[in-house]
């Protein structure tokens, strides 16, 4: 489906921002670990999750969808050998965290994904499930990935880098395992698994970058996933750079380890208010109202970086309408994403008219730039290039196009729907 983006009005109004991706992952994976039944509530129905929901059918849960927003996993005949090997599709989420639950599992099982996600790493899985005593069969790292039949024994695992899928995966492999496994990470990344996992009972205990489990049995415990603080980041950053914009954001999760980017903005003058702060199955949730602001130039680096990783190419599209210079740095996982983000942004950004060069770790963005448009934007396959080009198409001067904007179901199928209720 290509598009195109005309100039807007300004954005005004109150929406409601479907349901966070990362919970819904975990929510669905978690619950098929139980041998009880659970309800989901407000779960995600980008391709992601549902990739995930489907995995976990395959294993031998029972879905019962009881309306539009709710549905019971029944675990009670799970986990046991797929009949077919097991499609991630474009999931990374997907892929590591199944990596990490079906490697300690007594029977064989092959995980493969579309082109993308086929040529996306996956040795940073791989080798510390290895050391755990996992077997794979796979080609230098990639999917397709076959999974042999093993058990595992706990390690104390020191990552290069802050991942959350890494430690998820090696946090489900070790609900599993013989002994205690530790995962620590340099900064530290989402930590949804752990909060929903201690939720459900393990054996989990957490000390600053550093996570300890053991072998538990997970109780059943219905989940409530709130709004997707990475979906709502487009219309944020959408109300901050439309002229006259002035939008309330309902019910969006704003989790410490997520909400770097209202740090970002709020730092860059956006004026943005936190309203009716709240806990929902053990996650923070707010409403967040923003209006149009004079935004002003950031240096992004450092430990913010794991919590704001997602929001990157939306971040750049503030920075072309900040006053200075925008600096991002150690965003080189940037580069293992759904597309490498780093030089798709540069890219797409160039053509419409932005200042902003990429290095191998970011960029540096000089604002304000007036964006001239009129041109085709490429989503390299990757719905939150799609997104970030689409707002920054808001903007433009003259129209853009944008080709194949349906990549943006694999997270927000919801996205133009939302947009046209703002204007
Ligand atoms: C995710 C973690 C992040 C993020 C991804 C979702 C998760 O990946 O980019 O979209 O749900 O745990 P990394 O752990 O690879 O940084």
């Not at 890219?347 to 060069?357: E, N, T, V």
């Amino acid at each position: 489906m290509d598009i195109t983006v005309n100039k807007s009005k300004p954005l005004k109004g109150t929406i409601e921002i479907p349901a966070d991706k990362s919970i819904t992952h975990r929510a669905f994976m978690l619950s098929a670990l139980t041998k009880g039944s659970t309800k989901i509530t407000n779960y995600s129905k980008g391709a992601d999750c549902m990739s995930t929901l489907k995995i976990i059918e395959q294993l031998g849960c029972h879905i019962n969808y009881l309306n539009d927003k709710e549905l019971i996993i029944n675990a009670k005949n799970a986990i046991k050998a797929p009949a077919a090997a097991l499609d991630c599709g474009n999931s990374g989420t997907t892929t590591r965290f199944m990596a990490g639950i079906l490697s300690g599992q007594n029977f064989n099982s092959k995980l493969f994904g579309d082109e993308s996600l086929s040529k996306r790493p996956m040795k940073r899985v791989i080798h510390p499930l290895e050391l755990m005593g996992a077997k794979f069969i796979h080609n230098d790292y990639k999917l397709p990935i076959e999974i042999c039949a093993s058990q595992l024994c706990g390690i104390d695992y020191v990552s290069p880098i802050a991942s959350a899928q890494v430690k998820s995966c090696l946090l489900l492999a070790g609900l599993n395992a013989q002994g205690e496994t530790s995962f620590t990470e340099p900064y530290k990344s989402r930590n949804h698994t752990e909060l929903m996992i201690e939720n459900m009972n393990a054996d989990i205990k957490v000390e600053g970058n550093k996570v300890s489990i053991r072998k538990s049995i997970l109780n059943p415990v219905d989940i409530t996933v709130c709004g997707d603080i990475s979906s709502a980041a487009f219309f944020i950053i959408a109300a901050l750079i439309v002229p006259n914009s002035d939008i309330t954001i309902k019910n969006v999760g704003i989790n410490p380890t997520r909400s770097g980017i209202i740090d970002v903005l709020k730092s860059m003058n956006g004026d943005i208010s936190i309203l009716n702060e709240r806990i929902i199955s053990n996650e923070k949730v707010a409403d967040i109202n923003v209006k149009y602001s004079d935004l002003k130039a950031a240096v992004i680096q450092g430990s913010i970086i794991p919590r704001l990783i997602d929001e990157i190419p939306i971040i750049a599209v503030a920075a072309t309408q900040a006053q200075g210079t925008t600096i991002i740095k150690d965003a080189q996982d940037l580069r293992n994403k759904e597309a490498d983000r780093i030089t798709a942004m540069r890219i797409q950004l160039s053509k419409m008219g932005a200042d902003i060069q990429e290095n191998q770790d970011g960029f540096i963005i000089n604002g304000k730039s007036e964006l001239k448009g009129d041109c085709e934007i490429d989503c390299n396959h990757d719905h939150r290039i799609a997104m970030s080009a689409f707002v920054a198409g808001l903007i433009c001067k003259k129209p853009i196009k944008i080709n194949q904007f349906q990549w943006v179901n694999i997270s927000f199928p919801e996205f133009l729907e939302l947009y046209s209720n703002l204007t």
